[in-house]
């Protein structure tokens, strides 16, 4: 049974450039939420989409934005890169109706901004 | 405005002893309080969670502890063991079912030496 999965595992960037992450749920969850690691931090919700809808939203700016496919999985898209958005950004998957509070976490995409 | 404090930022303790680490929360709203476990290059993982329903929950070596009138909850482990080593983090969330957005605290390192 795999669980959540995230690509790519690391990137590197530049200041104004344009990033795209992705993420597969948890086989059989309908839900994708997206927070935000800093370094030596607790995440930080951004969002939370299901049926291919954003549902919640966390504090952050509109240059985050995202989707959610037929199939449930979903990418986390951010524009105009700053150097503050170096993060681990953390996949979360549950099932809406299911057991209250499994959330799944992927491993994370570290994305570092120069 | 930070909603849930996490103490102490670290933690040292030795094999067999117990960890203690406390969350104190803002919002009386907060109706559930997981705590993740967090190891290097890995995502949250779900440890035990609680409701404001009752005051403790146990799960093997781990305890929660929930104190409503004072807006705290805390987590024991007892007999401490060197696996234990990691991030931990509490959380906190509003409203039922799994489309919820969770509040996290900063974390704790925890050594446990052997």
Known sequence: DAGVTQSPTHLIKTRGQQVTLRCSPKSGHDTVSWYQQALGQGPQFIFQYYEEEERQRGNFPDRFSGHQFPNYSSELNVNALLLGDSALYLCASSLVGGRTGELFFGEGSRLTVL | ?114
């Open chain 2, 1 to 114: 405005q930070q909603q849930v404090k996490q103490s102490p930022q670290s933690l040292i303790v030795q094999k067999g002893g117990i960890s203690i680490i406390n969350c104190a929360y803002e919002n009386t709203a907060f109706d559930y309080f997981p705590w993740y476990q967090q190891f290097p290059g890995k995502g949250p993982a779900l440890l035990i969670a609680i409701r404001p329903d009752v005051s403790e929950k146990k799960e093997g070596r781990f305890t929660i502890s929930f104190n409503k009138s004072a807006k705290q909850f805390s987590l024991h482990i007892m007999d401490s063991q060197p696996g234990d080593s990691a991030t931990y983090f509490c959380a906190a969330s509003k409203g039922g079912g799994s489309n919820y957005k969770l509040t996290f605290g900063k974390g704790t390192l925890l050594t446990v030496n052997p």
